[in-house]
Nanobody, 127 residues
Framework: QVQLVESGGGLVQAGDSLRLSCAAS????????MAWFRQAPGKEREFVAT???????TCYTDSVKGRFIISRDNAKSTFLQMNGLKPEDTAVYYC?????????????????????WGQGTQVTVSS
C-alpha cells in the first residue's frame, strides 16, 4: 500500500482559501487514482474530489463545485485548492489512493474504492 501524508489544514474564516497537500510514498504514483474525502463530527466520511491518472479527469461533489480544485504533479503529490470556504466545509480531510493499473477513465467516488488513506488534516472554517 502507498503511504500518504496530508498537510495544509488550519483555522480560517469564511471566504478564505486553503491549499491541502498529500505526499505519496509510492514510486509508481502515476498508476494511482487520487481523491480527497472529508468527515465532519458526527457524520459519515464523504467524497469531495477525485483526479485520474492522467491528471485531467476530475470529479467533484456538488457542494464544492466551482470552489475547490484538485490537482496532482509528477512529484507524487496531490493538492486540493479550497476557495470560498464555508463553515459547512469544516471537517477532517483525508487523502486517498486507489491502485489503477488499467484505468478506464471513470471517476471513483466511494470510500470503498480506495485502499490507502492518510491520517487526515483538520480544516476549521469560522463564520
Amino acid at each position: 500500500q502507498v503511504q500518504l501524508v496530508e498537510s495544509g489544514g488550519g483555522l480560517v474564516q469564511a471566504g478564505d482559501s486553503l491549499r491541502l497537500s498529500c505526499a505519496a510514498s509510492e514510486r509508481t504514483f502515476s498508476t494511482y487514482t487520487m481523491a480527497w474525502f472529508r468527515q465532519a463530527p458526527g457524520k459519515e466520511r464523504e467524497f469531495v474530489a477525485t483526479i485520474g491518472r492522467n491528471g485531467a479527469t476530475t470529479c467533484y461533489t456538488d457542494s464544492v463545485k466551482g470552489r475547490f480544485i484538485i490537482s496532482r504533479d509528477n512529484a507524487k503529490s496531490t493538492f486540493l485548492q479550497m476557495n470560498g470556504l464555508k463553515p459547512e466545509d469544516t471537517a477532517v480531510y483525508y487523502c486517498a489512493a486507489r491502485f489503477t493499473p488499467f484505468w478506464r477513465g471513470s471517476c471513483y467516488t466511494e470510500a470503498s474504492d480506495f485502499g490507502s488513506w492518510g491520517q487526515g488534516t483538520q480544516v476549521t472554517v469560522s463564520s
